[in-house]
T-cell receptor
Framework: DQQVKQNSPSLSVQEGRISILNCDYT??????FLWYKKYPAEGPTFLIS?????DKNEDGRFTVFLNKSAKHLSLHIVPSQPGDSAVYFC????????????????FGSGTQLTVLP | DSGVTQTPKHLITATGQRVTLRCSPR?????VYWYQQSLDQGLQFLIQ???????AKGNILERFSAQQFPDLHSELNLSSLELGDSALYFC??????????????FGPGTRLTVL
């Protein structure tokens, strides 16, 4: 049962254009969402996050949008650069105070982004 | 550099053997998480420790166990290894608790190959 799904295994975009990576989730208990970037032979690197009380969070070239009613989030990268080429993972967790200090993340299967020069 | 260290980087062993993977969290982080990434798969959560105590358990096999020591480093023990245990094992750390600081920071991983 995949609670977090990234349905596009790969995406190619031209340098300077917008990259849009999508993620869907099924567990309505999730209240915190994160995006990670992963280069080969390295661990995932945290990019940006969003709480379920917000619908948008922006950090430089990266913006995450959350649509709770559709259980959908997306990561926008503008403008895309060749160095952005990596696997992007969407992750979600339950971070309510009532869950105590349990903070495990559920990850999607990743989307390979290739930015073409 | 995330500040999370993992050793060894690579491990090659035979079926039936036992190995120990080690993780040192970022300075100040109390929570340690272990994840497994098999070929072409996403990261699967195994187990979380917070300040020495187990906090959450995921899809961790009974052959696997973990602990977090008083100095907050953690070890993941894998025993009676099978070919299917070959994977990348990542450790992550976070401030943890109810701090509101929810981001997890990952180490470079240990690549385990079981022959």
């Amino acid at each position: 049962d995949q609670q977090v799904k990234q349905n596009s295994p790969s995406l190619s975009v031209q340098e300077g254009r917008i990259s849009i990576l999508n993620c869907d989730y099924t567990n309505s208990m999730f209240d915190y969402f994160l995006w990670y970037k992963k280069y080969p032979a390295e661990g995932p690197t945290f990019l940006i996050s969003i709480s379920s009380i917000k619908d948008k969070n922006e950090d430089g070239r990266f913006t995450v949008f959350l649509n709770k009613s559709a259980k959908h989030l997306s990561l926008h990268i503008v403008p895309s650069q060749p160095g952005d080429s990596a696997v992007y993972f969407c992750a979600a967790g339950v971070f309510k105070i009532s869950s105590g200090s349990a903070r495990q993340l559920t990850f999607g299967s990743g989307t390979q982004l290739t930015v073409l020069p | 550099d995330s500040g999370v260290t993992q050793t060894p980087k690579h491990l090659i062993t035979a079926t039936g053997q036992r190995v120990t993977l080690r993780c040192s969290p970022r300075s100040g982080d109390l929570s340690v998480y272990w994840y497994q990434q098999s070929l072409d798969q996403g990261l699967q959560f195994l187990i979380q420790y917070y300040n020495g105590e187990e906090r959450a358990k995921g899809n961790i096999l009974e052959r696997f166990s973990a602990q977090q020591f008083p100095d907050l480093h953690s070890e993941l023990n894998l025993s009676s290894l099978e070919l299917g245990d070959s994977a990348l094992y990542f450790c992550a750390s976070s401030v943890g608790g109810t701090s509101g600081l929810n981001e997890q920071f990952f180490g470079p991983g240990t690549r385990l190959t079981v022959l």
